[in-house]
């Protein structure tokens, strides 16, 4: 391949968007793992941090991981079907995901904020109100005894990080945007409008509802933290969405790159090798 392939390739699928994307999801991701959140301290007589610590959660981190791949799947299916910018809708997805995973981790750690599952943690491992009082920690406030534990039990750390719910951000992030490509394929508001394709393009936002509020029914997160990643969810869907496409006046909605492609071809910019709009459909 030469270099001119090379180029045309690089422009067309803007892999630099994607070498940043992961860039900044794998620097967050290590920040998470090594920087200890922010020590806030507690009482042991708070009501909201002394729920039951539940591990058979009703969403688990890997169906996140499976709600993504099923959305990148039905895409391609339907555009396959239906004929359109397979590359451009799944770049748009996956940046969408990697935009609200780098924010929330990132406010995770800055927050330091504790789980209302956080004092029956301390319990699971034996370590309860007087654990502090019977060690000899007089250089040590409490607060900062019960934070250094998080570098020790895993279990305690992951107490520290409730806000944002990632899982309510990721949820959210992934089903809006589908959302957002159902409205674009189906025009509920087109031919006279369409209650029936109104609620088929509304419909992945109810699964992500179940997740988030899922997160307080098994004890995760507080109400407003999934309220805090549905808003890190939608807006990462809506800025990567309207990023990559553009809603005409009639309604319908083109990609950025390909009318760009388009664009230079008809200016004769691009002499040689496959049409861009060829290439990105």
Not at 116 to 135: F, H, Q, V
């Amino acid at each position: 391949m030469d270099i001119n392939r090379l180029v045309l390739y690089w422009k067309t699928y803007q892999l630099l968007d994607f070498v940043l994307g992961l860039f900044l999801l794998i620097l967050s991701s290590i920040l998470v793992f090594v920087v200890p959140p922010y020590c806030r301290p507690f009482s042991w007589n708070d009501p909201t941090i002394n729920y039951p610590y539940v591990t058979n959660v009703a969403f688990p981190t890997w169906s996140l991981l499976l709600m993504f791949v099923l959305a990148l799947i039905f895409y391609v299916a339907v555009l396959t079907f239906l004929g359109g910018p397979i590359w451009v809708w799944l770049k748009a997805q996956t940046l969408a995901v990697i935009s609200q995973l780098v924010v929330v981790n990132l406010l995770k750690v800055y927050a330091g904020r504790i789980r209302p599952d956080y004092l029956e943690r301390l319990r699971s491992l034996g370590i309860d109100e007087n654990t502090y009082a019977k060690i000899d920690l007089k250089y040590m406030a409490s607060a900062e005894f019960y934070c250094k534990l998080g570098a020790e039990h895993r279990v305690l750390r992951e107490g520290r990080l409730s806000f944002p719910s990632g899982h309510s951000s990721t949820s959210f992030s992934v089903l809006a945007f589908m959302s957002l490509f159902l409205f674009a394929y189906t025009q509920p508001s087109s031919r006279g409008g369409s209650f029936l394709r109104l609620i088929l393009s509304l419909s992945p936002l109810a699964i992500a509802f179940l997740c988030a509020v899922s997160r307080t029914r098994d004890y995760w997160h507080h109400f407003d933290d999934i309220v805090a990643g549905a808003l890190i969810g939608i807006v990462s869907a809506l800025m990567c969405f309207y990023n990559a496409f553009y809603i005409t006046e009639d309604g319908r909605c083109v990609a950025r790159v390909i009318e760009l492609a388009q664009q230079e071809e008809r200016a004769g910019d691009i002499s040689s090798g496959r049409p861009l709009s060829v290439v990105v459909a």
